[in-house]
Antibody, heavy 122, light 107 residues
Framework: QVQLQESGPGLVKPSGTLSLTCAVSGGSISSRNWWTWVRQPPGKGLEWIGEIYHSGNTNYNPSLKSRVTMSVDNSKNQFSLKLSSVTAADTAVYYC???????????????WGQGTTVTVSS | DIQMTQSPSSVSASVGDRVTITCRASQGIRSWLAWYQQKPGKAPKFLIYGASSLQSGVPSRFSGSGSGTDFTLTISSLQPEDFATYYCQQTNSLPRTFGQGTKVEIK
């Protein structure tokens, strides 16, 4: 079965760029799915950041769009997130997930990574 | 954006109780709704799609209903492993949005 694993620095300085990678195992990133990033600030709910298809097509949350860049590396079976100009408000657990389209029912996130904590602090 | 509002924010219940969580969308989303369960320190787990269809492996004590703007998640007989936070998510349009979560606590 497909498994996802996030990796990246746990501490980022304010105004810096947060960079995370999600490694996909047990399946191909070139399958007909979207690959998604979701974050969760401490003690708060889930926020969808955006998603990327293996072709490189992306959809971003408008609230973060100016600061977000997602990319996919099909040869390494992984996808990545960059979030620029970070502040303390970007401190959160960041999850990667697989998003699948279920006919007539839309796109759901059916497989999740374990999450990685990123703290923005000097 | 479609806003998702859950109620209550938290509920205290005992093992064996029936628990119902409500999710309301700011506009009609047909049956394009999913539910997730999240335990402390863990990633969310996908439970239900299409408002009422259980993901494979999800116990039958979980059920979902609704369409349009009003939806419910029901746990028919609460089990110890069900104490968690539950989120609804609209699957209808971009950006994908979640409710704020409902925490099911031990009474």
């Amino acid at each position: 079965q497909v498994q996802l694993q996030e990796s990246g620095p746990g501490l980022v300085k304010p105004s810096g760029t947060l960079s995370l990678t999600c490694a996909v195992s047990g399946g191909s990133i070139s399958s007909r799915n979207w690959w998604t990033w979701v974050r969760q600030p401490p003690g708060k709910g889930l926020e969808w950041i955006g998603e990327i298809y293996h072709s490189g097509n992306t959809n971003y949350n408008p609230s973060l769009k100016s600061r977000v860049t997602m990319s996919v590396d099909n040869s390494k079976n992984q996808f990545s997130l960059k979030l620029s100009s970070v502040t303390a408000a970007d401190t959160a657990v960041y999850y990667c997930a697989r998003s699948v389209y279920i006919t007539i029912f839309g796109v759901v996130m059916d497989v999740w990574g374990q999450g990685t904590t990123v703290t923005v602090s000097s | 954006d479609i806003q998702m509002t859950q109620s209550p924010s938290s509920v205290s219940a005992s093992v064996g109780d029936r628990v119902t969580i409500t999710c309301r969308a700011s506009q009609g989303i047909r049956s394009w709704l999913a539910w997730y369960q999240q335990k402390p320190g863990k990633a969310p787990k996908f439970l239900i799609y299409g408002a009422s269809s259980l993901q494979s492996g999800v116990p039958s004590r979980f059920s979902g209903s609704g369409s349009g703007t009003d939806f419910t998640l029901t746990i028919s007989s609460l089990q110890p492993e069900d104490f968690a936070t539950y989120y609804c998510q609209q699957t209808n349009s971009l950006p994908r949005t979640f409710g704020q979560g409902t925490k099911v606590e031990i009474k």
